[in-house]
């Protein structure tokens, strides 16, 4: 048995490089929201509406991470790194057949989808901007996620901080480049995202084809293998279905507020987004961790990783928390540089701040339950945690509170009631052992 010391040094070597990783991600929309942000409140409230559909689109794909990574560290738990690398493959050959099948269908429907914000014109020209051209950033996407996953199982958080890193710089260099330089506007910010994204592809597929040869595990797509990939992954699926149907319908609510406080959503739930990655790390170490355990049978060091990576998540959150509040004045000024945008925004981010310690709960929970394969029970837990956020959600768009104070509102509905929901379900079930089944 591990000693405490040696569990939270195995947390740590895990969430740390992971916590990169996962920041770097959501710098991603960061550094277009802040560049696209100083273009004018339109072109911002445009990519808001755009970057709820990508990520809507994105994170329903999510299970390839998520499915991948306790597949893949059980069999590398129960000893068995060829068949653990092989399963981790097959999940990045479907992640790229189901991307590029989700590019030409959105390219496509990207008219439709816009249109369904009902935003006023000059916000959806340019909302149909940008998401037309992130549409052929689909397949990198997904296969980095699959990618990522394959890596997490075989408890290596560090290379994907090394490839998100870079895969950042490169996409605020091509984004200031083809934005300011070559005069593109909000395209160039699509552009230089897509292209940064393929680059992560390639520098995955070299460092994923040396670890194939080193454990003697095969490149090609095996039926089976993608098969169980998308059997796995249909539960998550499901999951995140809920997930994104809580985040659409609360940018919907946004958009009828107005363009002003669409735009300051768009700037609270960028920040969110940059937290949950954060405190997500948690998570992530949660699931390598308990897949390896679950995969080797031994319970009792699944017990003692949910009470330290809770433990952790808890702690994490009151700091972030107090980021958040401490900086609540001027965030709003750094993405748009506008005085009135930024104190529209600032209650909302407050409430933002105060949510934090339970949101780093929930994220390590889920992340606990991920890996252990329990994905019934979360896609079932999604729809029981929209019956009390969606009646408050329902009153907020009724209300229709003008200015920061209907902007603080919506944020309490989303940040308060509905991640306190999260909490219940998954608190409930973690009480209990179904969750825990042992074995490959």
Same mark, same amino acid.
């Given at each position: 048995m591990a000693t405490r010391d040696t569990l939270n040094r195995s947390i740590l070597r895990l969430a740390v490089p992971a916590l990169g990783a996962?920041?770097?991600?959501?710098?991603?929309?960061?550094v277009d929201s802040a560049l696209v942000g100083h273009l004018g409140v339109t072109p911002l409230a445009g990519l808001g509406i755009a970057s709820a559909i990508l990520q809507t689109i994105v994170g329903l794909m999510v299970f390839l991470a998520y499915a991948t990574t306790p597949a893949v560290a059980r069999r590398f738990g129960?000893?068995?790194?060829?068949?653990?690398?092989?399963? =981790?493959?097959?999940?990045?050959?479907?992640?790229?057949?189901?991307? +590029?099948? &989700?590019?030409?269908?959105? !390219?496509? %429907? @990207?008219?439709?989808?816009?249109?369904?914000?009902?935003?006023?014109?000059?916000?959806?020209?340019?909302?149909?901007?940008?998401?037309?051209?992130?549409m052929w950033g689909l397949p990198a996407m997904l296969v980095v996620f699959a990618a990522t996953g394959l890596l997490r199982?075989?408890?290596?958080?560090?290379?994907?901080?090394?490839?998100?890193?870079?895969?950042?710089?490169?996409?605020?260099?091509?984004?200031?480049?083809?934005?300011?330089?070559?005069?593109?506007?909000?395209a160039g910010s699509a552009l230089g995202t897509v292209v940064a994204q393929w680059g992560m592809v390639a520098a995955y597929v070299w460092v994923i084809g040396r670890l194939a040869r080193t454990h003697a595990a095969s490149v090609r797509p095996q039926r089976d293998g993608v098969?169980?990939?998308?059997?796995? =992954?249909?539960?998550?699926?499901?999951?995140?279905?809920?997930?994104? +149907?809580a &985040?659409?319908?609360?940018? !919907?609510? %946004? @958009?009828?507020?107005?363009?002003?406080?669409?735009?300051?959503?768009?700037v609270a739930f960028t920040v969110f987004s940059t937290a949950a990655f954060a405190?997500?790390?948690?998570?992530?170490?949660?699931?390598?961790?308990?897949?390896?355990?679950?995969?080797?049978?031994r319970e009792g060091e699944v017990v003692r990783v949910l009470r330290r990576t809770v433990a952790w998540g808890t702690w994490f959150g009151v700091l972030v928390g107090l980021a958040i509040g401490g900086l609540s004045g001027v965030i709003g000024l750094v993405f748009t540089g506008d005085p009135e945008i930024a104190a529209l925004v600032q209650p909302a981010l407050i409430v933002l701040a105060v949510a934090q310690p339970v949101c780093g709960i929930v994220f390590v929970l889920d992340g606990v339950l991920i890996g252990a394969g329990d994905a019934k029970y979360l896609a079932l837990a999604g729809l029981i945690?929209?019956?009390?956020?969606?009646?408050?959600?329902?009153?907020?768009?009724?209300?229709?509170?003008?200015?920061?104070?209907g902007l603080a509102w919506l944020s309490v509905a989303f940040f308060g009631v509905y991640m306190l929901a999260r909490l219940g379900t998954l608190g409930w079930r973690v009480r209990g052992a179904a969750w825990m089944t042992a074995g490959s």
């Open positions: 996962l920041v770097a991600e959501p710098l991603f929309l960061i129960s000893g068995d790194p060829a068949k653990a690398v092989s399963v =981790g493959i097959d999940g990045m050959w479907l992640a790229l057949a189901m991307g +590029a099948g &989700l590019a030409i269908v959105g !390219a496509l %429907a @990207t008219p439709l989808l816009v249109g369904l914000f009902g935003a006023e014109p000059a916000v959806a020209a340019e909302a149909e901007v940008y998401l037309r051209i992130s199982g075989m408890q290596d958080t560090v290379t994907p901080l090394w490839i998100a890193g870079i895969g950042f710089a490169a996409n605020a260099l091509l984004n200031w480049l083809f934005i300011y330089g070559f005069g593109w506007g909000i098969g169980g990939s998308a059997r796995a =992954g249909g539960w998550l699926f499901l999951r995140t279905v809920s997930l994104r +149907a &985040l659409l319908a609360t940018v !919907a609510v %946004a @958009t009828a507020l107005g363009t002003e406080e669409l735009a300051g959503w768009q405190l997500d790390a948690l998570a992530i170490a949660a699931q390598a961790l308990i897949g390896k355990e679950l995969g080797a049978a945690n929209l019956v009390p956020f969606v009646p408050a959600l329902v009153l907020v768009g009724l209300l229709r509170p003008a200015g920061a104070a």
